[in-house]
T-cell receptor, first 111, second 115 residues
Framework: GQSLEQPSEVTAVEGAIVQINCTYQ??????LSWYQQHDGGAPTFLSY????GLEETGRFSSFLSRSDSYGYLLLQELQMKDSASYFC????????????FGTGTRLQVTL | DAEITQSPRHKITETGRQVTLACHQT?????MFWYRQDLGHGLRLIHY???????NKGEVSDGYSVSRSNTEDLPLTLESAASSQTSVYFC??????????????FGPGTRLTVL
């Protein structure tokens, strides 16, 4: 079967750094993606890791370790607008564009 | 600008009725997906399509069907709506290949209530 685990909630202070972890169990792993979703909105793509290591996009970075079946999303210089839910999602060999999503981590940024 | 739209945005229906949710994209993407989102479950894949006349079942396909007659549209039909199908439904699309094919673009969602 397939499973993804991520914390249900995280709270952090504005200006701080927060890390959202994602562990997965799946056959035929191809890559790990991250999506952001504000309340009432649609998910939007943040990043993709197909290879081990760190991918950086502005204030956001994402990391993957295939050997540990583990990844994380790192958000730096947190802003109030970063308060949202964050989903990790795995893609699979043979159907690489099809995603299986985790249940999401709700990030609350406070003053 | 290219976009992906869904209609209606809100729908209330009764148990047993047939309901069709529309999804239209102007990205010219070959891949299209339907998800439902419920509290505690994240996004779960209902059906997906890799091109015209291609459809595939996802993890929660029972009670739903799709058809793909052109590149732009993938309507989702609930054959006989049930209260368990009350949810928010998202349509998404992605490229079939190339640098961005791992990125899915989501529509604004349809909130469906089955009474």
């Amino acid at each position: 079967g397939q499973s993804l685990e991520q914390p249900s909630e995280v709270t952090a202070v504005e200006g701080a750094i927060v890390q959202i972890n994602c562990t997965y169990q799946t056959s035929g792993f191809y890559g790990l993606s991250w999506y952001q979703q504000h309340d009432g909105g649609a998910p939007t793509f943040l990043s993709y890791n197909g290879l081990d290591g760190l991918e950086e996009t502005g204030r956001f970075s994402s990391f993957l370790s295939r050997s540990d079946s583990y990844g994380y999303l790192l958000l730096q210089e947190l802003q109030m607008k970063d308060s949202a839910s964050y989903f990790c999602a795995v893609s699979h060999t043979g159907t690489a564009s099809k995603l299986t999503f985790g249940t999401g981590t709700r990030l609350q940024v406070t003053l | 600008d290219a976009e992906i739209t869904q209609s209606p945005r809100h729908k209330i229906t009764e148990t047993g009725r047939q309901v069709t949710l529309a999804c239209h994209q102007t990205w010219n993407h070959n891949n299209m997906f339907w998800y439902r989102q419920d509290l505690g479950h994240g996004l779960r894949l209902i059906h997906y399509s890799y091109g015209v006349h291609d459809t595939n079942k996802g993890e929660v396909s029972d009670g739903y069907s799709v058809s793909r007659s052109n590149t732009e549209d993938l309507p989702l039909t609930l054959e006989s709506a049930a209260s368990s199908q009350t949810s928010v439904y998202f349509c998404a699309s992605s490229e079939a290949s190339g640098k961005s094919y791992n990125e899915q673009f989501f529509g604004p969602g349809t909130r469906l209530t089955v009474l």
